[in-house]
């Protein structure tokens, strides 16, 4: 916004000059032919044409002078200097910067002079806050720049990781390069280091682990010993568990996620052939041995609901929030002005030699008047009697005689669990989570109402599947938690 005012102050008072001079030179000259009533015109439409050339001359004149910088900036980075190169580029930033160049050509022209920063910043072996900062700066408002994206991927991989600040610019460039699969298993990569198994996190590892090629294997295979880790149960994480099963000699690990996983994976035409695969490894197992398998897993849950998007375009949600900024930093200005001319004008009047004694009088009595309302509200206080206090109600324990309940999902995450709770009681189902501890694991379990008997929970689950507001249920004791 000061940018912007800087800029047209400056062609303002270049056309009040220009122009005015240009007025006096040639007003004389059209005196003698022209009427008095008519003289504003010419002097307006020749102080439009000088403050729009004034804004192209300072326009190409800045823009000029950044093209040189850059230029000498590459000539600097090809002779391995790369200290005058970053002087170079920043004396090209600064002209960006100034108030020369007009906001919509600077919006139009600094994609190119971003982008080439951006690159001498990332083949920088000593990197800085500063550069850091501009890198993830651009690739928030350039996501699809696959050359910029995997290079900076690469160095975070090798570094120390994604800062907690930079989550949401990985996400962005995930979104805008889905089918770039060197980013999208970079990505992963990242992601299975830090143990994720949210929505975004899921869906990056989803498009890493396609295709037939080693880094798909390994990665699946990684991928595979997180689910078990999560005790994850479903018709991914089978066929995770399958395919690393017959490239993995640990076998046993992955053979308990297959027995939890036929056990609750309800088969259809899509996954038969997955489950059949997983029977046949099973076979000869004891039911019992089977049974203490799938200690720790948990059923399949329902997929995590995608962030919702607006329905206006991104181009109209980004110009709104622009007008609104602006409009704000307008009042803004505006209300510092007011309040600055107040302020003077106040300090004028208490300067005075007349207004003083006034101003005096007025701030005692006003003082006056406020000390003998405190001491008569302090008095009627004191002299009303308080009012009888009822007994608190002793709260009454509420007692339910059901004994079952429907399990619908299992979490690692209380906020997974409070989150998926919330998501039922919205649809109008009774839900509440319990903590229970399995295997030296803390598990948030999500349940669903009470029943008196196993046959109307049962009866109670297999209607709410069929709506489809649960992917799968089974019935457990009673907790109300």
């Known amino acids: 916004m000061v940018h912007t005012l800087k800029h047209i102050a400056l062609r303002v008072w270049g056309t009040v000059l220009i122009g005015g ?19 504003f015109v010419p002097v307006l439409l020749l102080s439009l044409f000088t403050f729009f050339f004034l804004g192209w001359i300072l326009n190409h004149l800045a823009l000029f002078l950044a ?3 850059i230029q000498e900036a590459a000539t600097w980075e090809r002779l391995g200097s790369s200290k005058e190169a970053g002087k170079a580029y920043e004396k090209a930033l600064a002209l960006f910067d100034s108030f020369l160049i007009s906001p919509r050509k600077k919006q139009l022209e600094s994609g190119r002079l971003m982008s080439r920063l951006t690159r001498f910043y990332l083949a920088r072996a000593d990197k800085r806050h500063y550069s850091e900062a501009f890198i993830v700066s651009y690739l928030n408002s350039h996501p699809d720049d696959h050359e910029v994206a995997e290079s900076w991927l690469r160095q975070v991989r ?15 460039v995930g ?7 060197s980013v999208q298993q970079l990505l992963a990569r990242l992601y ?24 798909a294997r390994a990665m699946a295979d990684d991928l595979a010993r997180l689910f078990l880790k999560d005790g994850r149960a479903d018709e991914w994480a089978l066929q995770l568990y399958l395919q690393a099963t017959s490239e993995n000699s640990r076998r046993q690990e992955f053979l308990n996620g297959i027995a939890a996983c036929v056990h609750w994976i309800p088969e259809t035409g899509r996954n038969r052939r997955l489950i059949k695969l ?31 998007r607006s329905r206006f375009p991104g181009g109209m949600v980004r110009a709104i929030c622009k007008a609104f900024t602006i409009v704000g930093e307008i009042f803004t200005n505006l209300s510092l002005s007011a309040l600055s001319l107040i302020t003077d004008v106040f300090h004028q009047i208490r300067l005075s030699s007349l207004t003083r004694p006034f101003l005096k009088w007025t701030a005692a009595a006003l003082l006056a008047t406020g000390v003998v309302v405190l001491i008569v509200n302090t008095a009627s206080h004191l002299v009303q009697s308080p009012a009888p206090q009822d007994d608190p109600a002793t709260p009454v324990e509420k007692i339910v005689a059901d004994r079952f309940s429907l399990q619908v999902a299992a979490y690692l995450k209380k906020k997974h669990a409070e989150k998926y709770a919330a998501e039922l009681k919205a649809l109008g189902i009774d839900a509440y989570w319990v903590e229970t501890t399995r295997r030296n694991k803390l598990w948030y379990l999500v349940r669903v109402s009470h029943f008196p008997d196993k046959a109307a929970a049962r009866a109670y689950g297999v209607a709410l599947r069929k709506k489809g507001l649960i992917d799968d249920f089974y019935v457990a004791n009673y907790d109300p938690g």
């Open 21 to 39: 001079l240009a007025c006096l030179w040639l007003l004389p000259i059209l005196g003698s032919g022209l009427n008095l009533t008519w003289v």
């Open 67 to 69: 093209d040189r910088h």
């Open 158 to 172: 090798s570094g120390e990781g994604l800062a907690p600040e930079h989550h949401d610019t990985a996400a962005r």
């Open 175 to 181: 979104e805008a390069l889905k089918n770039n699969r």
């Open 192 to 215: 299975l280091s830090e143990n994720r198994m949210d929505f975004p996190a899921l869906q990056t590892y989803r498009l890493a682990t396609r295709g037939r090629g080693q880094a």
């Open 278 to 308: 997983g029977r046949r490894l099973l076979e000869g197992i004891d039911p019992g041995r089977l049974e203490m398998m799938r200690v720790g897993f948990t059923p399949p849950k329902p997929p995590e609901p995608p962030v919702k």
